[in-house]
């Protein structure tokens, strides 16, 4: 049994306690949170053993064998380097750090304990995604002319106003990491290394600082270009929207609905025929209130099964560097109005 402690109470009690608890080889032990009184109430409410107010305490626990982080990107850094410092795998969430430095320390500390290392980049385990990337590689749109990502929803905290890491891109949030770290992630995932990028970052009216609104230009390393629109300040924006065009045909995977992972339809034109709905259904997402559980526990498994056999699980630390990467060039991009280069090979 895998004695697992969770830092974060929120994210971390509604979408990765039932995650972690789906898998029969995980015990969830302790859990942490910033108010020690709201935390105990919370871990007795979900049948948590131990509660921390602190989240060194957690990590520190001889009983804590693994820990899994849902926290600000400051305090991720913090937390991962100790829990690594003491040989105990990580399961940490997107971005990885606040800035490329921070993250580039996390990635040599991942290295140097050789402990299993996550990151929950979860799109590409909903299976409808799963389904398209099958399709992809199977050939179904022929070869590859270009991709297009259209992400236009308003965000519970932009609905609220809130002023948090999710919203201010001055602690590793705001839209690139909040979302667009999702995106260099999949489309890497999808096609193959990126190659490069032009970006501009826009706000809410009046309030500059809310980090809203980026508008992208990208080439993969193999060629196709990349179109990429997101806004988390869109009311009733049409949702999540990822396009395949190939010379062959088309290939989307859409989402119009509130749920960022629960609701993706995947369609599908070759040339000469008619659009057809390629139906994808996931028993394991309909047992769950929210649709982020299903991705996140399929996530689960992978860092279970590293944890057990060993081997490097992915999307791992190095992924999440390389996603920060991104994050880092579309930031300069947007200041000095520059085309980067983001091969692998130019970041490394």
């Known amino acids: 049994m895998i004695r697992l402690g969770i830092v974060g109470s929120n994210y971390g009690r509604t979408v990765q306690l039932p995650a972690f608890r789906a898998d ?19 871990a007795r409410e979900a049948n948590v053993p131990k509660a921390y107010g ?11 064998q693994a820990v899994a982080i849902a926290t600000m990107p400051s305090l991720q850094t913090q937390v991962a380097l100790r829990a690594l410092a003491l040989g105990k795998p ?25 402990v299993p290392t996550m990151i929950d980049f979860n799109f590409h385990q909903i299976a409808a995604w799963l389904r398209a990337k099958e399709m992809l590689d199977a050939g179904a749109v022929g070869a590859l002319r270009h991709v297009a990502v259209h992400w236009h929803v308003e965000s519970q905290a932009i609905q609220k106003r809130m002023r948090s890491w999710k ?70 924006g049409d949702g999540h929207k990822v396009e395949f065009f ?6 989307v995977l859409h ?16 040339r000469g025929a008619d659009v057809k709905h390629i139906p994808v259904h996931d028993p394991v997402d309909a ?20 944890i057990e056999k060993g081997g490097t699980p992915r999307p791992g630390f190095a992924e999440g560097y390389r996603s920060q990467q991104l994050i880092d060039a579309a930031q300069r991009s947007h200041k000095e109005g520059k085309w980067m280069d983001v091969s692998p090979e130019q970041l490394s």
Not at 54 to 59: E, F, P, S
Not at 180 to 199: D, M, Q, R, T
Not at 246 to 251: A, F, K, S
């Open 167 to 236: 919203t201010v891109g001055d602690d590793g949030g705001g839209v690139l990491g909040n979302f667009i770290s999702h995106c260099f992630h999949y489309l890497e995932w999808f096609v193959g290394p990126l190659a490069g990028l032009s970006a501009r970052i826009g706000g809410m009216p009046g309030v500059a600082d809310l980090e809203t609104t980026a508008a992208m230009a990208l080439t993969f390393k193999s060629g196709p270009l990349v179109s990429l629109s997101m806004s988390c300040a869109s009311y009733r």
């Open 24 to 42: 029969p080889r995980c015990e969830v032990v302790a859990m942490a949170g910033s108010d020690a009184a709201r935390t105990a109430e919370r």
């Open 287 to 306: 047992q769950y209130p929210d649709g982020r559980i299903a991705p996140v526990s399929r996530l689960a498994k992978l860092f279970f099964d590293a």
């Open 90 to 114: 990580v399961f940490a969430e997107k971005p990885l750090a606040s800035d490329l430095a921070a993250a580039r320390s996390l990635l040599k500390a991942a290295e140097a304990s050789r």
């Open 54 to 64: 602190d989240w060194r305490a957690l990590v520190e626990d001889k009983n804590v």
């Open 255 to 270: 989402n119009p609905g509130a749920d960022y992972m629960r609701g993706f339809e995947l369609t599908h034109a070759r």
């Open 246 to 251: 190939g010379e062959d045909g088309t290939l």
